[in-house]
């Protein structure tokens, strides 16, 4: 059993229909902190965290098949503010409706941490719930952080955060959201290897831009196929005598779509870390197109604004686009010439050009 705990949303949307502040995506646009800071009386008597979103420049549905992903870490970000009370109580409040019943997030990562004392605390969000960036790991680290998780060594926080996950939605999600919120690097990618767990950062080009574009429908793992993929791969993986499709070869799997997507993807990873690093982002870009067609084509989790969203950033003069995360909804990633990035913004007004930020931690005077 979850341990029960107080836990209430206020603002929200009543925020925005009182017309306090604008809103994007459901979501108010002003920095969570500020946001907080407006409701604490005396906010310096609190401890702060966050944690942020994160973006997927390549490499989907391959973390829970032991293999490659190369996320970034994103200026969207939920944010706790907490201070310790004495009865060992877990009291928060959002000022967002962070997730569907985000309570159960809370629940689980108390589970998982199992806090030595309770805490009262007040959160919000900038991540959209449903976007595919990661809403629901930057909630999981950054309550885990108000928690005292941050005793935990990074790749342990994460790991303890994808059980919260699981325990929360009882999707069996992989690894990389939580430890890309956890363990990214400003101006990096972060190189994830979900066999070994091993980290590696990769250096984003001055003249690169990541540019996100929302197609405006939302995905919710549960609702979607995502249990079902991972169980055919693993399936597929059992079938060839294979512990995971890691260990798989194109000539293995030629006849398989799923599989097929998982071997060429972990290899596109390779190839994306590897033009970074020289920075050939006109490759990154052919890298994307080519990974869009396979999550489309092979593993089937695009959608038709999704797939038209890739085709519209190319003629606004990205490089290449894909959708991002798990798909069935959510965004799609562009990489473009920074001098381009407001060309696509006057085609996109609502798209997000982002820098790869910091992993979560700590605040200090916020
Ligand atoms: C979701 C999951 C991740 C990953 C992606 C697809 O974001 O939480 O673990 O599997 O989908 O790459």
Same mark, same amino acid.
């Given at each position: 059993m979850l341990a029960r705990i107080r836990s209430r949303c206020i603002g929200g949307q009543s925020d925005a229909a009182c017309g306090e502040t604008p809103t994007e995506y459901g979501r108010p646009i002003a920095v969570p902190v500020s946001r907080i800071r407006r409701v %604490? $009386?005396? $906010? &310096? &008597?609190y401890r702060w965290f966050r944690a942020p979103g994160r973006v997927n420049l390549m490499g989907d549905h391959t973390d829970y098949n032991g293999g490659l992903v190369l996320p970034i870490a994103i200026g969207l970000e939920c944010v706790v503010a907490v201070r310790p009370r004495d009865d060992g109580e877990v009291s928060l409040r959002s000022?967002?409706?962070?997730?569907?019943?985000?309570t159960r997030y809370v629940d689980a990562v108390r589970e998982v941490i199992a806090p030595a004392r309770g805490v009262d605390g007040v959160l919000a969000s900038s991540v959209p719930p449903g976007? /595919?960036?990661s809403s629901s790991a930057a909630l999981e680290v950054a309550v885990a952080l108000a928690l005292? +998780?941050?005793? %935990?060594?990074p790749v342990e926080l994460a790991l303890a955060c994808q059980r919260a996950e699981h325990l929360a939605t009882g999707v069996p999600s992989g690894v990389m959201d939580q430890l890309a919120s956890v363990a990214s690097r400003a101006d990096r990618a972060l190189l994830i290897?979900?066999?070994? %767990?091993e980290l590696r950062y990769v250096r984003i080009p001055d003249d690169a831009a990541i540019v996100v574009v929302h197609s405006g429908v939302p995905r919710t793992l549960e609702r979607s196929a995502y249990s079902e993929r991972r169980a055919a791969c693993e399936q597929i993986a059992t079938v060839l005598g294979l512990?995971? %499709?890691?260990?798989?070869?194109l000539d293995q799997v030629l006849d398989e779509p799923l599989a097929r997507h998982v071997v060429t993807e972990n290899a596109r990873v390779e190839q994306t870390a590897a033009a970074l690093e020289i920075g050939n982002i006109v490759r990154v870009g052919e890298l994307m197109l080519e990974s869009h067609a396979s999550l489309r084509?092979?593993?089937?989790?695009?959608?038709p604004e999704l797939d038209l969203l890739v085709e519209q950033l190319v003629s606004a003069g990205a490089h290449g686009a894909r959708l991002t /995360?798990? +798909?069935?909804g959510g965004c799609v990633v562009a990489i473009a010439p920074r001098k381009t990035a407001t060309d696509i913004a006057r085609v996109f007004p609502t798209a997000w050009t982002f820098e790869a930020a910091n992993g979560a931690g700590p605040l200090s005077q916020p």
């Open positions: %604490l $009386p005396s $906010p &310096e &008597e000022l967002d409706v962070v997730e569907d019943d985000w976007s /595919g960036l005292g +998780g941050g005793g %935990l060594a290897d979900c066999r070994s %767990l512990g995971s %499709l890691r260990d798989a070869t084509d092979d593993y089937r989790v695009s959608t /995360g798990a +798909g069935f």
